[in-house]
């Protein structure tokens, strides 16, 4: 196969590069895409050195898939040039999520959407696809009624831009510099933020409102309600998030183990163990455990998860896309 991958020099495209190697797709030609300050960089695939190119019409032709790792502009952009050449379009923005017509998915979850593809297929939130896998096995015994989720997001969710930041600040601190903040809205080292995207009129963020909109989408579960608190902490890499959700029948908490447990890349930590984002870093699973009833609702049920955003929750989840298509052709 023939894959493109653009925004390659990204901390997102390089991920999805490495992906490509990992999960051992037969490409016999790889081409990178960035913007022209990174023209002429030159990226390692294989035994190969492969140059950045500059986005164009020419450059998507004769290819099978494209990878998108750039914004919603740049996406929206060269949809239209990708969709002319005849590639599929495996996209990591959230400017086409919510669209009728456009599959999102997680393999794992549902995998059978993206064979109903007209060309482009979305990649989800980074948040929603490590808290998804980590309720999609419960949502199979029982359907899930609400959840209220909150998410303690890495720096690098905000690139590298957003790593940074962090180690900026870290050596201001250090040499009882001031600060001041110029990627997240207050100081990130040593602190939490809660906001992460822009406000919305309900209140909540736009961050905040994928976890309900992507979930309904994801799942199949198109009244799904979400309660969502987005908070940026001071980890460089790999999301966590609490959830409590709420199912139609009471489910007996070894039964949900269980279904984690043979649910595929999701790893499950036994009563005692705890998962940390530092120990879901660089791999594609979802570390779940703290798995405990709700003491406000016999229905619920409380867990923690962790994965690596960069990975599962954006590069790797995209490559299994290609991988499944292949599979299912």
Request: net charge negative; with cysteine.
């Amino acid at each position: 196969m023939k894959v493109g991958i653009l925004g390659a020099t990204g901390a997102v495209g390089r991920e999805m590069l490495n992906s490509l190697i990992e999960y051992d797709l037969p490409v016999e030609e790889l081409r990178l895409f960035a913007s022209k300050r990174s023209l002429g960089t030159k990226l390692k695939f294989k035994d190969q050195e492969i140059e950045v190119r500059e986005a164009d019409a020419e450059g998507f032709k004769g290819l099978d898939y494209v990878l998108g790792a750039v914004s919603n502009e740049l996406s929206k952009e060269n949809w239209p040039l990708i969709k002319e050449a005849g590639a599929i379009y495996v996209d990591n923005s959230s400017a086409f999520r919510l669209m009728d017509d456009v599959p999102l998915v997680v393999p794992e979850i549902n995998g059978e959407d993206a064979l109903k593809h007209k060309g482009l297929i979305a990649n989800p939130n980074c948040s929603t696809i490590i808290s998804m896998m980590a309720v999609a096995p419960i949502n199979q015994l029982s359907k899930i009624d609400y959840m209220v989720a909150t998410t303690y997001q890495a720096v690098s969710g905000a690139g590298n831009k957003g790593i940074e930041a962090l180690e900026r600040e870290v050596e201001q601190l250090r040499n009882n510099e001031e600060i001041t903040p110029d990627v997240f809205p207050k100081q990130i080292a040593y602190n939490c933020i809660a906001q992460i995207g822009s406000y919305l009129d309900n209140g909540y963020t736009t961050e905040e409102m994928k976890m309900q909109n992507e979930g309904r989408k994801i799942l199949h579960l198109p009244e799904l309600k979400v309660t969502c608190t987005c908070v940026r902490v001071p980890v460089y890499r790999s999301h966590s998030i609490a959830v409590t959700l709420v199912t139609e029948k009471k489910l007996d908490l070894d039964e949900v183990k269980e279904a984690i447990r043979q649910f595929p890349h999701l790893k499950l930590y036994e009563e005692g163990e705890l998962p940390t984002p530092l120990e879901a870093s660089d791999q594609n699973d979802v570390y779940v455990g703290r798995i405990r009833r709700d003491l406000t609702n016999e229905k619920g049920i409380t867990l923690w998860c962790c994965g690596d955003q960069i990975r599962k929750g954006a590069a790797a989840n995209a490559v299994e896309i290609i991988d499944y298509l292949e599979k299912h052709k």
